[in-house]
């Protein structure tokens, strides 16, 4: 009984029966070299054995600490978090007014802003053209005679001089401008003295015969290959719109050659599709945005009979009629400019923030102009005062303007600011604006500026092929 014991504690898991007739086989091949190598080898699997299983036992308990670690860092985050929202609401707004007040030229440490969609909504276009009649009150604007300055003479006796395609207008100069009165302002297509070259953005003389017959003008452009040609959707224009609205898409021969690469051929006429393609010779900046300001802001210096003009920028397809378009944000607005709101900014510091942290132009540059602006009054946007300007930064790739004195001020004061400053128009339209109206308080200008839902519902929207870098970009 005892020896049975014994052996139950020796083997828990095996009878004596059983104990005593493996002894007597093991006792048996033991005594053969080959029961001596077998015997070595059960222990040797039985010491490897024990070490995996013991590697793996502190593995998994590895494994096992990491998930704490992880899960209690989790845990002391989440709490903190809930401390963070659990706040009281004065709090709150304290540590917004301390974020707001922080450097707001600190680049390096952006905010966050979530990427938002974007999406076209309702416009309230008629049906059809065929019932628009132009109101009869609707020139009831302010009046004056403006006109402009074609050619410089040399202001120094000294050697160098070089003519610019905005002239050189003094700091005085520019003040005056600003006044609403008869005059002769700076804009654009300044040439030098006698026997100097043009300043720029030469026009065939079948172009400009052309040009001066529109009465309504839809007007685009392609410098430097740096976009796709869109083609207005020709079925969504109307027959009335396709025989008395010109559709003038300005190129450079660098992009007709490359249009004509990708198989886009003007006709006989140098139509391709809607667009009547008129080439620039002699572009008068190398900055290919810069240049691309002069159809953009300059469309009554173009059209010089037109009545209306549309601004479609290169990146966007028109998808709507034309004459509707001006029906609805100009005549039953009563408006002689009308431009969108930016689908993201309202504000120039913020625009100014975002044009460095993308390496939009110098920053020393956009500080220059940011910090004159400043010096001259430019406010800081306020949501809640709407009575000028739902928002102090466009989206100007889509611009619809009645060739009134005023929107035509506007415009050339616009561009001066352009060719003065960073071609970063976003930067400028604010100070311009309100400048105007701050020094003529009694004659006003009648700018609407409607949402970029709208636009979006008004022209598709694309990528462009490339952003060319312009000269002095950080």
């Known amino acids: 009984m005892c020896s049975?014991?014994?052996?139950?504690?020796?083997?828990?898991?095996?009878?004596?029966?059983?104990?005593?007739i493996i002894d007597a086989?093991?006792?048996?091949?033991?005594?053969?070299?080959?029961?001596?190598?077998?015997?070595?080898?059960?222990?040797?699997?039985?010491r490897i054995t024990k070490h995996r299983i013991l590697r793996w036992i502190i593995l998994v308990l590895a494994l096992f600490s990491i998930f704490l670690t992880i899960y209690g860092l989790k845990k002391f985050l989440q709490a903190k978090l809930e401390s963070r929202f659990s706040m009281p609401q004065q709090d709150l707004r304290g540590e917004r007014s301390l974020k707001e007040n922080s450097s707001l030229y600190n680049v390096e440490n952006p905010p966050k802003n979530k990427r938002r969609k974007h999406l076209p909504c309702d416009v309230g276009l008629r049906q059809s053209v065929g019932a628009l009649i132009e109101p009869k009150n609707y020139i009831n604007f302010t009046q004056f005679s403006l006109d402009y300055i074609d050619r410089e003479e040399k202001t120094s006796q000294k050697d160098f001089y070089e003519p610019r395609?905005?002239?050189?207008?003094t700091l005085e100069e520019r003040e005056n401008s600003f006044y609403v009165k008869n005059q002769t302002i700076h804009c654009g297509f300044v040439n030098g003295p006698s026997g100097y070259p043009n300043t720029g953005f030469d026009l065939d003389e079948k172009d400009r015969a052309y040009m001066s017959s529109c009465k309504v003008a839809v007007s685009s452009c392609i410098f430097g290959s740096s976009d796709f040609l869109r083609r207005p959707t020709n079925r969504l224009i109307s027959q009335y719109s396709k025989d008395n609205v010109c559709f003038v898409m300005f190129l450079d021969d660098q992009t007709l050659a490359k249009l004509l690469a990708e198989g886009n051929h003007p006709d006989e006429r140098g139509y391709i599709g809607l667009w009547k393609v008129v080439i620039v010779e002699n572009l008068p900046y190398k900055d290919m945005r810069r240049t691309g300001k002069v159809p953009k802001f300059l469309s009554h210096r173009l059209f010089p009979n037109s009545r209306y003009s549309i601004w479609l920028d290169s990146k966007m397809r028109l998808t709507s009629d034309p004459m509707l378009i001006i029906e609805y944000?100009?005549?039953?607005?009563?408006?002689?400019?009308?431009?969108?709101?930016?689908?993201?900014?309202?504000?120039?510091?913020?625009?100014?923030?975002?044009?460095?942290?993308?390496?939009?132009?110098?920053?020393?540059?956009?500080?220059?102009?940011?910090?004159?602006?400043?010096?001259?009054?430019?406010?800081?946007?306020?949501?809640?005062?709407?009575?000028?300007?739902?928002?102090y930064v466009p989206e100007g790739s889509f611009i619809v303007r009645a060739h009134t004195p005023m929107s035509n001020l506007f415009s050339c004061l616009w561009f001066n600011e352009v060719d003065r400053f960073t071609s970063r128009d976003q930067l400028s339209f604010a100070y311009t604006y309100l400048k105007l109206r701050r020094m003529n308080p009694d004659r006003p200008f009648q700018l609407y500026m409607f949402k970029d839902c709208e636009r979006r519902a008004l022209a598709k929207l694309f990528r462009h092929r490339e952003v060319p870098s312009p000269p002095g970009t950080a």
Not at 4 to 20: D, K, S
Not at 165 to 169: A, D, R, T
Not at 341 to 361: I, M, T
């Open 25 to 46: 086989a093991l006792n048996s091949i033991s005594k053969s070299d080959h029961g001596s190598k077998v015997s070595r080898r059960g222990r040797r699997f039985g």
């Open 165 to 169: 395609f905005g002239g050189h207008p």
């Open 329 to 391: 944000f100009l005549w039953r607005r009563k408006a002689e400019y009308a431009i969108s709101n930016h689908y993201d900014r309202h504000s120039v510091w913020e625009e100014v923030l975002q044009n460095k942290r993308l390496n939009k132009f110098n920053h020393a540059a956009i500080d220059e102009q940011f910090n004159f602006y400043e010096s001259d009054g430019l406010p800081r946007f306020e949501p809640s005062n709407h009575s000028l300007l739902p928002s």
């Open 4 to 20: 049975g014991m014994a052996l139950l504690r020796n083997n828990g898991e095996l009878f004596p029966e059983r104990r005593v």
